[in-house]
């Protein structure tokens, strides 16, 4: 791992101000580590508050409009999330994908979106369960890194990538540490086409299914840059073990 780990929870549809207790207490277990970049990406209601609140973590949204503002009732534009307090967005999340039938061009127009707003952008990807089945995981992942990575001047800086397989999300299942680094390496070899040696750089999460039992493992995979977790993320007894995990070994 080249550059400092990056931990992010998805608090997906949780949270509701009691829970800012809970940020906070993950909030202060972040700053007791510095080598790892830690965030929260609540719900849209909780970014304000979160933000003023965090003196450690980024807290980042978990969509955007593709428009900045305008007639779209219940959307929120990228600005917005930047005004709230938000350093980052997720994007193209196989939940929005799957629910709200976000295709790649959707996703990343939504990218570019975000990036104009100033904010980094966590670009999810991954296969379903008959998809690996069928020997396309790889074949589906690059397609999705091909049709949903922004790109442009000064891009790249401002992009991760989170691999995020379908079937592992919320079923307790993970690939093994084997498929992991490979997945990883295909992607780093698409990052590096897309973008030449600036793809390099860019870091490339985990994501399904990570708990404090399994988090080191998965972290030491080939090209694992870091996490993105959802359940686990909601507490901080959850949360930070995996920020530790992600710290690694002590030099010590
Ligand atoms: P779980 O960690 O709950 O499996 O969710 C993963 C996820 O979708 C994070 O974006």
Redesign the pocket.
């Known amino acids: 791992m080249t550059t400092r780990p990056f931990v992010v929870g ?1 608090w ?1 549809m949780n949270g509701l101000r009691a829970n800012l207790a809970e940020a906070r207490a993950i909030d202060r277990g972040a700053a007791r580590h510095p080598g790892v970049r830690v965030a929260i990406a609540p719900p849209f209601t909780l970014i304000a508050a979160m933000a003023e609140q965090a003196e450690t973590m980024a807290i980042g949204g978990q969509d955007c409009h593709v428009a900045a503002s305008g007639a779209y009732t219940g959307d929120v534009g990228a600005p917005m999330l930047a005004d709230a307090g938000a350093v980052f967005t ?1 994007l193209g ?3 929005r994908r799957a629910n709200h039938g976000e295709s790649d061009a959707l996703v990343r127009a939504k990218a570019e979106a975000a990036l104009a707003a100033g904010l980094e952008v966590i670009v ?1 990807v991954g296969e379903t369960e008959a998809e690996r089945d069928a020997g396309q995981a790889e074949t589906v992942v690059c397609a999705q890194l091909d049709g949903s990575l922004p790109t442009g001047e000064g891009v790249p800086a401002r992009v991760t990538v ?1 691999y ?1 397989p379908v079937w ?4 307790g299942r993970v690939p093994s540490v084997a498929d992991v680094g490979a997945m990883h390496r295909a992607i780093r070899t698409r990052l590096l086409a897309i973008y030449g040696e600036d793809g390099a750089g860019i870091a490339i999460l985990y ?4 708990n404090p039992g399994n988090a080191a493992e998965l972290m030491a995979a080939d090209e694992v840059g870091g996490a ?6 909601l507490t901080a007894e959850n949360f930070l073990p995996i920020v530790l995990a992600a710290a690694g070994p002590p030099s010590e």
């Open positions: 998805n997906k997720i999340h196989s939940e999810c989170a995020e592992a999300i919320g079923t994501g399904g299914s990570v993105l977790v959802g359940g686990a993320s």
